[in-house]
């Protein structure tokens, strides 16, 4: 692991308090808007037009991965160009190239994140992460904080589009905003404070957490077929892709082993669900995923042996469709 400070690459180690992980916090946080006007962070300047912007991701963060399904689901492909990093870092973090699954820098030309990241502040300060939202016009970041990528890409563009699903509609949007509360401390981020943790306290804290939001979760989507009611929402895609990955990296790489996925009725029939809208699957690369944490991840795995399991078909039939036959019958 690593960051850049005042510009220059450091190693170092991860941050940790008490022996508890802590995340630091996304610094560039500009919004693009339909018209340039500020965005929900008070900040703004970047209008939303076709071909300007470019997003940096890795198939393998799931942070990165909620941004390219929204750039998937709202049939943005020729608004938003993309670059994905190779799945194993360098001696610098993230890495273009197409030797493992990843593609060249088309917007920069660049062969590392880290010089994107120097070329918005020669001066950066910070985890050289993904995803990053780019603006070619201006070659500065605008974003990258993955919660607020997405919120862009739901209604920003939706002049360049014919897609114009709401994942996050006003009228849902306090019940979304509770749920994702509890979904991203204890799972989203749940996963990397046990896996990350360096006492037996703080891993047993979160391990726990994570499988009590899971109970939870089990038995509201026993009652619905998705977080907030009967449509798909942000909550469901936010969740995904911690739940896509569990059972294949977090279950034994983060020792998050109390039980997995699979194991939950609801909870892996709902991850088949989401899993099967077209386009999402495509979005989904387990190679690369298992690849990035056993193989780079040294801190947690220093042998970096990849594990050849486990199997898992996600296009397996689900049960969901029950909840609109529920609903056909009360109507």
Same mark, same amino acid.
């Given at each position: 692991?690593?960051?850049?400070?005042?510009?220059?690459?450091?190693?170092?180690?991860?941050?940790?308090?008490?022996?508890?992980?802590?995340?630091?916090?996304?610094?560039?946080?500009?919004?693009?808007?339909?018209?340039?006007?500020?965005?929900?962070?008070?900040?703004?300047?970047?209008?939303?037009?076709?071909?300007?912007?470019?997003?940096?991701?890795?198939?393998?963060?799931?942070?990165?991965?909620? +941004? @390219?399904?929204?750039?998937?689901? #709202? !049939?943005?492909?020729?608004? =938003?160009? &993309?670059?994905?990093?190779?799945?194993?870092? %360098?001696?610098?973090?993230?890495?273009?190239?197409?030797?493992?699954?990843? +593609? @060249?820098?088309?917007?920069?030309? #660049? !062969?590392?994140?880290?010089? =994107?990241? &120097?070329?918005?502040?020669?001066?950066?300060? %910070?985890?050289?992460?993904?995803?990053?939202?780019?603006?070619?016009?201006?070659?500065?970041?605008?974003?990258?904080?993955?919660?607020?990528?997405?919120?862009?890409?739901?209604?920003?563009?939706?002049?360049?589009?014919?897609?114009?699903?709401?994942?996050?509609?006003?009228?849902?949007?306090?019940?979304?905003?509770?749920?994702?509360?509890?979904?991203?401390?204890?799972?989203?981020?749940?996963?990397?404070?046990?896996?990350?943790?360096?006492?037996?306290?703080?891993?047993?804290?979160?391990?726990?957490?994570?499988?009590?939001?899971?109970?939870?979760?089990?038995?509201?989507?026993?009652?619905?077929?998705?977080?907030?009611?009967?449509?798909?929402?942000?909550?469901?895609?936010?969740?995904?892709?911690?739940?896509?990955?569990?059972?294949?990296?977090?279950?034994?790489?983060?020792?998050?082993?109390?039980?997995?996925?699979?194991?939950?009725?609801?909870?892996?029939?709902?991850?088949?669900?989401?899993?099967?809208?077209?386009?999402?699957?495509?979005?989904?690369?387990?190679?690369?995923?298992?690849?990035?944490?056993?193989?780079?991840?040294?801190?947690?795995?220093?042998?970096?042996?990849?594990?050849?399991?486990?199997?898992?078909?996600?296009?397996?039939?689900?049960?969901?469709?029950?909840?609109?036959?529920?609903?056909?019958?009360?109507?």
């Amino acid at each position: 692991m690593g960051q850049l400070v005042e510009g220059q690459w450091q190693e170092d180690t991860l941050r940790t308090t008490n022996g508890r992980f802590v995340r630091p916090s996304s610094v560039f946080r500009n919004f693009v808007t339909p018209d340039g006007s500020p965005g929900p962070t008070g900040k703004g300047g970047f209008k939303a037009e076709p071909g300007r912007y470019h997003l940096y991701i890795s198939l393998a963060c799931p942070w990165a991965h909620r +941004t @390219l399904i929204f750039r998937t689901l #709202k !049939k943005l492909d020729n608004v =938003i160009s &993309l670059s994905i990093t190779e799945p194993l870092y %360098g001696k610098t973090g993230w890495e273009f190239g197409t030797a493992r699954g990843g +593609t @060249l820098d088309e917007a920069n030309g #660049k !062969k590392t994140l880290a010089e =994107i990241y &120097l070329i918005a502040d020669p001066r950066y300060t %910070g985890r050289v992460s993904v995803p990053v939202l780019w603006d070619k016009r201006e070659r500065t970041i605008v974003n990258n904080e993955s919660s607020e990528i997405i919120r862009m890409f739901n209604s920003a563009f939706d002049a360049f589009t014919n897609e114009h699903t709401d994942y996050y509609p006003a009228s849902l949007r306090a019940e979304i905003d509770a749920i994702n509360e509890i979904i991203y401390p204890n799972v989203n981020n749940g996963v990397y404070r046990a896996g990350f943790a360096t006492s037996q306290e703080a891993y047993e804290e979160a391990a726990r957490g994570i499988f009590a939001t899971f109970d939870q979760l089990e038995e509201r989507l026993s009652r619905q077929r998705y977080l907030v009611g009967h449509r798909i929402t942000e909550a469901d895609w936010r969740l995904f892709t911690t739940l896509v990955r569990f059972d294949s990296v977090y279950h034994g790489h983060f020792k998050c082993n109390l039980r997995r996925v699979a194991d939950y009725h609801n909870l892996s029939n709902y991850l088949r669900d989401l899993y099967q809208v077209p386009g999402v699957a495509e979005t989904v690369n387990i190679p690369q995923i298992k690849l990035h944490y056993y193989g780079s991840q040294r801190q947690v795995n220093p042998t970096g042996i990849v594990p050849i399991g486990p199997e898992i078909d996600f296009s397996a039939p689900h049960d969901r469709n029950r909840f609109m036959q529920r609903r056909a019958a009360h109507a």
